[in-house]
């Protein structure tokens, strides 16, 4: 814990695409302990790099390989630990391409891991930040953003 009583966390994952007819499709993770759809991501290991972290986290919830081709920047957010207090969670995220189609099963994490046409994900993800990392994904893309 930091002098001033916040914790600092950080995480890396970010959006995995794939190319279809219509456009591209990309991943979304529900997570049953927080009722969440969310990007796939997760906890920076000791040793690890940001870019490293993003991949092995995008194969644990997804199921899926896939190879980094952008950053796509960082999301800040704040919630509460109930013992230990207020967390700063930092989130680097990058635009990765997935080697493969096939999605994992769930597991004690992942409830649910679904592709979604990326002009659809606003309305699946719950986190406004996520919604706005998907936008760059989309500029990144050279794909429409509605
Ligand atoms: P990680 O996937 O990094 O291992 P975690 O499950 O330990 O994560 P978070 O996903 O950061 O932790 O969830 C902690 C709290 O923050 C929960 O209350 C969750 O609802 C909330 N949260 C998760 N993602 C976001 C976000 N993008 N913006 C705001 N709040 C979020």
Do not use: C
């Not at 190319?19 to 000791?46: C, F, M, N």
């Not at 989130?91 to 990765?96: D, E, G, R």
């Amino acid at each position: 814990m930091s002098s001033t009583g916040v914790i600092g966390e950080y995480s890396a994952g970010g959006v995995v695409y794939r190319r279809t007819a219509e456009g591209y499709d990309i991943v979304a993770v529900q997570r049953a302990r927080h009722e969440d759809w969310s990007l796939p991501k997760g906890h920076i290991e000791a040793g690890e790099s940001r870019e490293q972290a993003a991949l092995r986290e995008v194969k644990e919830e997804t199921g899926l390989d896939a190879q980094i081709v952008g950053e796509l920047g960082e999301v800040v957010y704040f919630y509460r630990r109930r013992e230990e207090g207020l967390v700063r969670k930092s989130v680097y995220h990058y635009l990765m391409e997935a080697l493969g189609d096939k999605l994992g099963n769930p597991n004690w994490e992942v409830s649910e891991v679904r592709w979604v046409p990326i002009t659809g994900a606003y309305t699946l993800l719950s986190y406004e930040n996520d919604k706005g990392i998907v936008r760059k994904a989309q500029t990144f893309l050279n794909t429409p953003t509605s």
